[in-house]
């Protein structure tokens, strides 16, 4: 049975929006990742131009708003998390002047901006930080950070045993014997929110964006900022809010205040949050009504492709979402993890900072075929969507980068250890046979990450948009149904009961998605048209590890005269 997605998708009637429905219930976010996106100046970097080159391709994919990476100037000690100036744009990527043209252009194409905001840390080279170093002991400019003597008989042991998140003490030692607190990279001084002027800074920081039409922002470290100001040692069994730089109660006062800014403009402004939080109600709590808008669905992203706990995570995020009355969101991956290609294609399908390693066993095609029923799962699902760019691809994982070319602290401060997260971060193949596969206008350049597979081309945008099979073709379409809503624009879901190898669930009148975890071939309910699949079907049946979207046929009048699908009714 085949079925051309694309031309069914042509046939659907454009749902009927509630013009006051806000955007960001149901939008298509793509990750823009600048330095690995499209370099237009040949230096090997990608950058603003080369964003704005190709705004139409990501026009054309479907999405409705970009998320980019810190664009902001740089020492790159963490890839750009490491902020200089918040107010302007990296040399390497562009001027200010291009980056409010890039959120103008992007937005007549459809496209809204979503930025990056870092309140956590600074970088060590930002002026705070470099006044903070040369004023003394207990000055206004020392408490900005957390600044703190050491223990010992000389100071010479770290007021505390928290370890920073990258390895290593989360402490380090200045001239005059002091210590300062960085829960990252030692280049990343972590901010005292107990200072007025940091929550002013940032609310101004905040404005300044939305002032040049910027959607949004995404808070990094969301659940970090503030800290017990004892700095106690941390606790195996801390209540939650309890937990002396995770979570803590008064951070959400900061983000009311946010929220005022954001909703104080004419369309107001969307805040999203990077809230690592296993706990599914203590995530919520940040999505409450004078909150945050949205935040990444971690544990989808983390969760093994397995039937059970994949539909224990979606029960989950809907069920904490719904009484705050805030949609879940979708994610299967991001710049900081391995490429759910490769992830998919491992026997321990999961997710784990702490477990992650390469060289594991991994059946790329295997993967590949998850990847493809992840997508179109989680563009079924009630809520908003993320895609890191490249995830439209397929690319997986880039392994074997050679030690000397690796750049992140995750791997340098490891000693090596954790592989860190250059594998997800290689440059796009847009074209051609080899690399740089069209990234880059110079064919000799050194790339910033100087290792792009030279099996890529195949994965190129140009090799996929010629392919109807390929992952670009399966994005292009799902997107465009998805858009249309055939499930009816906000509905929710009901789940169906396809026996432990089968997600499946209804949404809104006659929409059907079914999943097959399993070995046996599923045999399709009767009475339905096939909008599109995964994979092809085998003798009408779904195979092992494919998604199928179905339409009731007698809903089918609703959406289409016409036989532009596949009908399945016998
Ligand atoms: C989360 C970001 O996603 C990650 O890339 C970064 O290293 C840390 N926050 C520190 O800013």
Not at 223 to 236: G, I, N
Request: proline share 8%; aromatic share 10%.
């Amino acid at each position: 049975m085949e079925t051309d997605a694309t031309e069914a998708a042509a046939e659907l009637p454009e749902p009927e929006r509630a013009a006051e429905r806000p955007w960001w219930r149901d939008a298509v976010v793509y990750q823009v990742y600048i330095r690995s996106f499209a370099d237009a100046n040949g230096d090997g970097t990608g950058d603003l131009a080369g964003v704005r080159a190709h705004l139409p391709y990501l026009a054309a994919l479907g999405v409705d708003a970009l998320w980019f990476n810190p664009w902001y100037p740089s020492p790159l000690a963490d890839a750009g998390y490491d902020i200089v100036d918040y107010r302007s744009i990296e040399p390497a990527f562009g001027t200010l002047s291009e980056a409010e043209q890039l959120i103008a252009e992007a937005r007549a194409l459809g496209l809204r901006t979503i930025v990056d905001i870092v309140p956590n840390h600074v970088s060590s080279q930002h002026p705070w930080f470099t006044e903070a170093l040369v004023a003394p002991a207990g000055s206004a400019a020392r408490r900005r950070f957390w600044f703190r003597p050491g223990k010992g008989a000389e100071g010479e042991l770290p007021p505390n045993e928290w370890q920073s998140i990258f390895g290593g003490p989360a402490w380090t030692r200045v001239a005059d014997g002091e210590w300062y607190l960085h829960l990252f990279a030692p280049e990343q001084p972590d901010l005292n929110w107990e200072r007025l002027e940091v929550w002013e800074e940032h609310e101004d920081i905040l404005r300044f964006w939305f002032d040049r039409g910027v959607a949004g922002v995404r808070i990094d470290s969301a659940a970090l900022l503030v800290k017990d100001p004892e700095l106690p040692e941390e606790l195996p069994d801390a209540a939650p809010g309890e937990h002396p730089f995770t979570d803590r109660d008064s951070l959400h006062d900061v983000y009311r205040r946010w929220r005022a800014v954001a909703d104080s403009y004419v369309e107001p402004r969307v805040l999203v949050g990077e809230v690592w939080l296993p706990d599914a109600e203590r995530l919520a709590r940040y999505l409450r009504p004078d909150e945050l808008h949205t935040a990444f669905n971690f544990d989808f992203l983390a969760c093994p492709w397995e039937p059970g706990p994949m539909r224990t995570s979606i029960e989950s995020a809907l069920a904490s979402h719904a009484p705050v009355d805030a949609p879940a969101t979708w994610v299967l991956s991001n710049h900081d993890v391995t490429r759910s290609v490769t992830r998919y294609g491992r026997a321990d399908t999961g997710f784990a900072f702490e477990t992650k390693r390469e060289g594991t066993p991994t059946d790329l095609l295997r993967g590949k075929r998850r990847a493809r029923a992840a997508a179109l799962l989680a563009m079924a699902l009630p809520g908003s969507m993320y895609i890191y760019q490249g995830e439209e691809l397929g690319l997986p994982e880039v392994e074997n980068i050679p030690p000397e070319k690796r750049q992140d602290p995750m791997w340098l401060r490891s000693g090596g250890v954790d592989p860190g997260r250059d594998g997800c971060r290689v440059a796009l193949p847009w074209s051609g046979t080899k690399p740089p596969y069209g990234f880059s206008p110079s064919h000799n350049v050194r790339l910033w990450l100087d290792h792009q597979p030279d099996d890529w081309a195949p994965l190129s945008v140009e090799a996929q948009t010629a392919d109807p099979g390929s992952m670009l073709s399966l994005y292009r379409a799902g997107l465009r149904i998805r858009h249309l809503a055939p499930w009816g624009v906000g509905s929710q879901l009901s789940w169906l009961d396809y026996g432990d190898d089968v997600i499946a669930f209804e949404r809104g009148e006659g929409f059907l998605c079914i999943v097959n975890f399993g070995s046996q071939p599923l045999e399709l309910p009767e009475g339905v048209d096939v909008l599109m699949g995964s994979a092809e079907l085998v003798g009408d049946k779904l195979s092992q590890d494919t998604t199928v979207w179905l339409i009731q046929t007698t809903d089918r009048a609703a959406f289409d005269p016409e036989q532009t699908r596949t009908q399945h009714s016998s």
